[in-house]
């Protein structure tokens, strides 16, 4: 793989943020391929955390989906600097994951009994205060409100981190996403 193409394949954890240095699958359907891996991996690990409650007497479950992952500051600025939207391969990612968690959730509302869910939107929430953001009290949707680099994309916040340099917020602005990696 191209070292340009790796961070396309950014994905993010509590730990941090990592990408692949190759594809084993070539890069034909690509996302799709790597939607497919991560669902098998991740869906018995989810399937049996939920299992384990619901043997414990869990019945009712909250679960929100995610939002466009390629839009946050961190993932946006992987684009070239001639592109300054979201980074479509992560969006794309984010919505197979919402796809897969519904129907996970719905296959365990019919297999378990008395298994009850609430699926919060938080993808339709995110983009309707992306899209207007006014309504919502907000005036800056695109760039973290603290980190350094394109859009403040670059987690630094507070001089804790290898890199040092961040800025901070415009106390007149209202930011829509606080930090590189969090909406």
Known sequence: MDEEDAEKTAFITPWGMYYYKMMLFGLRNTVATYMRAMTTIFHDMIHKEIKEMYKKGGRKFGFLNLGELGCLPALRMLNPPTKNGCLQEAS????????????????????????????????????????????????????????????????????????????????????????????
Request: proline share 2%; with cysteine.
């Open 92 to 183: 794309k990612l984010a919505k197979l994951h919402n796809l897969e968690l519904n129907n996970l959730l719905l296959g365990m509302h019919k297999r378990l009994e008395g298994f009850t869910y609430s699926l919060y939107d938080f993808n339709r929430s995110l983009k309707l205060r992306m899209n207007h953001l006014s309504r919502y009290g907000f005036k800056e949707g695109k760039k973290a409100c603290c980190g350094t680099g394109r859009f403040r994309g670059i987690y630094s916040c507070g001089g804790k981190r290898p890199v040092k340099q961040f800025e901070g917020c415009n106390p007149s602005l209202v930011y829509q996403i606080h930090f590189s990696f969090v909406m």
